[in-house]
């Protein structure tokens, strides 16, 4: 059988195929549970490949520790269907296989050859994605769904997806105008599309379009953030960060309690964005009550040290912010031993984990210029641990209030003016120059 974009499928089940199909719209809009959703047809149809293909798939976008023997097991279900799988199903179980291993890299390298064999696996597509994404990588981020897209018609299902896939990889390229375009007319052709709106959101912070992103946010609210919407905690990040840099702290905050860390939920990517709005806060200065506490509680018990740099880094946030000595220490010593493993994350955390790591420790000890200098010779490479330009801001802010605070007011001025120069509309960035000309 071949699925409704025409790539083959081993399956000879129509049940099992409609299923998932389901099953990737829901992944595709981030509505519902896929995973529950495929586990359906594997229920009634264990051998079916593509369901523990994709269920392992939707497990993995979570990148953390907690989720990996479940990726393993499909893997490992996926091995003993053998040949009985076709030759696509096998390159994404050893795609996975390999993100399993920590290989992250070789990931995303097999998911490359299987597309350029496949361009119109869309499941292949948005994976490869979001694997770009946790890598930082913003040329394939956007080169990945380039080299798919001609052979993709606007009449194929999933079509308006994939623009709204593209639009995030020019966004982060630095392409503004594309990127909106892309992205309008992705919303157009999927209403729901709340990558697409999050691309667009994107454009608009990297715009400093701050009034004008909270009205285009608060405006489609249905089409993002419906109750079943997973995503929709981070594009309300998004918008608590319009919010915070015009002033509006408490209406951040407002978002924090009710839309980004509304109960104390252990995934790694909710915890940091909760984390990474705090901590914009903790710069400034502004009070946020017991929230911390929580965060720092939660992600003591997560066992997730020395797993992704990246989520290392709001880790240590947390345990800065709430002066938790002995969590941070703990940390370090993940983090240290983690560079001499193998697998991606070592590179990750030896070239920019660590550093930040150590930058954020001397921080909460008041060594600032420690910070600065530990900061300032990664600044530019922090992509290599993931994350979007909106999401790494974090550390330059961090440098430059390190700059402020060391008084080193050459560097300081230095920093602000960089970011005034490049990001002339934004309101926070004129109260940092301020400062450093005070
Ligand atoms: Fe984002």
Redesign the pocket.
């Known amino acids: 059988m071949k699925d409704s974009r025409g790539v083959p499928v081993s399956s000879d089940n129509p049940r099992s195929l409609a299923i998932y199909e389901t099953a990737l719209k829901a992944l595709n809009t981030y509505r519902g549970d896929p995973v529950a959703i495929i586990d359906e047809a594997l229920a009634a149809d264990p051998d079916f490949a593509m369901g523990h293909v994709l269920r392992a798939s939707v497990l993995v976008t979570m990148w953390e520790r907690s989720v990996v023997p479940k990726v393993a097991a499909c893997v490992a279900r996926l091995d003993d269907l053998g040949n009985r799988g076709n030759d696509r199903e096998r390159r994404h179980a050893h795609a996975l296989g390999r993100w399993a291993a920590g290989d992250w890299d070789g990931m995303r390298g097999e998911l490359d050859r299987l597309l350029m064999e496949h361009p119109r696996d869309l499941l292949a597509l948005q994976i490869g994605h979001l694997a770009d994404f946790f890598h930082g990588d913003r040329d394939n981020l956007r080169g990945r769904v380039a080299r798919a897209l001609p052979a993709w018609s606007r009449e194929d299902p999933g079509y308006g997806f994939l623009l709204g896939m593209h639009a995030f990889g020019l966004e982060e390229c630095g392409g503004y105008f594309a990127a909106e375009e892309m992205g309008r007319h992705a919303i157009e052709l999927e209403p729901d599309d709340c990558w697409a709106q999050?691309a667009l959101?994107?454009v608009m912070e990297m715009q400093a379009r701050q009034a004008e992103g909270m009205a285009f946010m608060e405006s489609r609210q249905s089409h993002w953030a419906q109750k079943d919407n997973g995503f929709a905690f981070?594009n309300w990040?998004?918008t608590a960060l319009y919010n915070l840099d015009r002033g509006r702290a408490d209406r951040a905050l407002e978002i924090y309690d009710r839309s980004i860390r509304p109960e104390p939920a252990e995934i790694q990517l909710m915890m940091l964005d909760a984390v990474a709005l705090l901590w914009r806060m903790h710069l400034q200065g502004i009070a946020v009550g017991s929230r911390w506490d929580e965060l720092a509680a939660t992600y003591e018990k997560s066992g997730e040290d020395g797993f992704y740099a990246f989520n290392d880094m709001h880790a240590m946030m947390a345990y800065v912010a709430t002066g938790r000595a002995k969590a941070a220490a703990k940390l370090l010593k993940a983090a240290e031993a983690a560079v001499s493993e193998r697998g991606t994350n070592a590179m990750m955390t030896r070239e920019v984990g660590l550093p930040i790591l150590r930058a954020l420790d001397a921080f909460g000890h008041e060594r600032y210029r420690e910070t600065a200098d530990l900061l300032m010779p990664i600044r530019y490479r922090a992509h290599v641990f993931g994350g979007?330009h909106?999401?790494r801001d974090i550390v330059h802010r961090t440098l430059i209030e390190a700059a402020l605070r060391s008084g080193d007011r050459a560097l300081a001025r230095a920093l602000s003016n960089e970011r005034v120069s490049l990001k002339p509309h934004c309101p926070f960035g004129w109260r940092l120059h301020t400062n450093a000309n005070a």
């Open positions: 999050h959101a994107h981070h990040w998004h979007s909106a999401q």
